[in-house]
């Protein structure tokens, strides 16, 4: 039987309910100060000694009595006599009994039998430590409530302090759910899902103060679930039970709760993380977290993170916020708070951001997020070249050398901004799949730095410059080769069906997956199909689009396709085969500022070594004969 949300709850007000209604208890445990960083104290910790515990010469120099120097100067310099006089003292050394000051060795002159003159009085105390100076026996070291920094372990080593009372780590469950669930380790098999959401989740919670264990897997089972919950409960103060927790016939989780305790919330209004589930047992709390790996981590940190602050007498910690123009349209819908990951660069002294997929089940999004875009509930979304406020996941230093690319898709882009960030730590290539006229409008506007494109035009046989002319007639752009590869189709092993040319697609009715609109591969496939005189309805499947090479390849593997256009690697990385039609130039297509900035020189470096382009036609289908070569346009 299906269990149906209970709610739509605003995030802010599913928090306060669940807050309300749960507490992790606060345990006590003693160690040793030197292993205390990052922890939190249980109770105020006073001094137990002085530090320094007696007076200390603060320099290299001699202890001396002040009132006997009085008087001397340049025109009356005094000798004084060892021992009677002075000591010879070192940096920390106690000061000797009945001497009140220390003259630095720098302003004394060595005479003969151990006397010395000075050519200028000592004031009373004058570069000495006195007892007490850094740490005073009672001071208030730390107070309750108070996470342990490096300097404090230091102050309380000095202050007597060798064993300290800190919160003890609140033991965290992590229970994964799903009879498709198996372990990261091992054999996948189809249909099988590889449980690597339980290590981001118990790493999240480590790094938030707690002790995490990730518990054996449990199949879809209601009387399974509740025996894992239960047994949990026995040993730790929070349970997160992951999967399970949406409507589906065999999502249990909520079924669980509401058997052994309460369920306070049961769908959040927010996209992704709706099905979060938030509830008690026995006056433990208990969170059900979606499936989908960016649901499950975004729903852990709205609702987990809070109570282990709460816990640890902590404020929550806040991202830093950038304004941003956006790069492109985020569309939104009405009703639910929406968070879209974000990727930044500093194009022409603004900072451009573009959405990521925002797909729940998409990790790589919050890999290669550099921050958040919070869309409200009331929202409809945001229009290109519109100004707003993102959280950042990085420093803002460092987006300013975050090079964008936008435009087609290719596995060098990848390479290339592998091969940048070894050549320079500072610098990170992004890149938004746009394809090859996103990619030109993208650039020609300012809202990026470089693009990749390979657009075919018909008339003239020409690649991409008949395209920048029309639509940036105004310049201010260079074109520069990037690589020449194969286009070809990308079928399943061995050929099954023979697939050679595109009238085979119209006559057997292959299940074709095209590219997006804009991009150079569907370009080129629609140019194939005018040559062929089809009509993209005679293609099943051509309203079907992937936005990458590797998405074409990857649904073609899964079966849920029969051919598409692509590039050889892409099908190498699926184990698929590759029928060669064309090649096609591939060019970088970058705006005048960014042309001659030291950022495309050292990319141009890059280029034309010979070690990456040895790299680049290993990896089959391309040829780098003109790599670096600019192109008049």
Known sequence: MRKVYLSNTPREEALAKFLAGVEIPRRLEKIAVTGALQRVTGKAVFASCSMPSYHAAAMDGIAVLAEKTFGASDQNPFCLKPEEDYHNVNTGDPLPSGFDAVIMVENIQQLEDGKIEILAPATPWQHVRPVGEDVVTGELIVPALHRLAAPDLGALL???????????????????????????????????????????????????????????????????????????????????????????????????????????????????????????????????????????????????????????????????????????????????????????????????????????????????ADGLLIIPANSLGFEQDETVEIELNKPEIALRHNLLAAGSHDLIIDLLATTLKERDPQMNLSSAHLGSMGGIAAVGSGRAHLAGVHLFDPETGVYNVPYIKKYLPGGGVHLMNLVYRMQGWIVPPGNPDKVENIKQLADQKFSFINRQKGAGTRVLFDHLLEKAGLTPDQIYGYQREEHTHLNVAAAISAGTARVGLGILPAAKAFGLDFVPLVEERYDLLMSESFFNSPEAKTLLSIITDPAFQKEVEAMGGYSMRDAGKIIEC
Not at 181 to 192: D, L, Q, T
Not at 246 to 253: F, L, M, N, P, Q
């Open 158 to 368: 000095a202050g007597g302090i060798g064993e300290i009372e800190v919160l003890a780590k609140p033991k965290a469950a992590i229970i994964p759910s799903g009879s498709e669930v198996i372990a990261p380790s091992a054999e996948r098999k189809r249909g099988n899902v590889p449980d690597f959401n339980s290590t981001v989740i118990a790493s999240f919670l480590r790094q938030w103060g707690a002790e995490a264990e990730i518990m054996p897997i449990v199949p879809d089972d209601q009387g399974k679930i509740r025996s894992a919950i239960e047994k949990a409960l026995e040993i730790f103060d929070l349970v997160i039970v992951n999967a399970g927790s949406s409507a589906g016939e065999k999502d249990y989780t909520c079924m669980v709760i509401e058997e052994l305790g309460e369920v306070f919330i049961h769908g959040v209004a927010t996209r992704p993380g709706k099905p979060t589930i938030l509830g008690q047992i026995k006056d433990k709390p208990i969170i059900g977290l979606p499936g989908y790996p960016v649901s499950a981590y975004l729903s852990l940190e709205w609702f987990a993170l809070p109570l282990l602050c709460r816990h640890f007498g902590q404020p929550l910690p806040e991202r830093n916020r950038l304004e941003v123009t956006l790069g492109r349209r985020v569309v939104s819908e009405i009703g639910s708070e929406e968070f879209v990951r974000m990727t930044v660069g500093y194009v022409n002294g603004h900072f451009i951001a573009n959405p990521l997929t925002r797909g729940a089940g998409v990790t790589m999004s919050l890999v290669r």
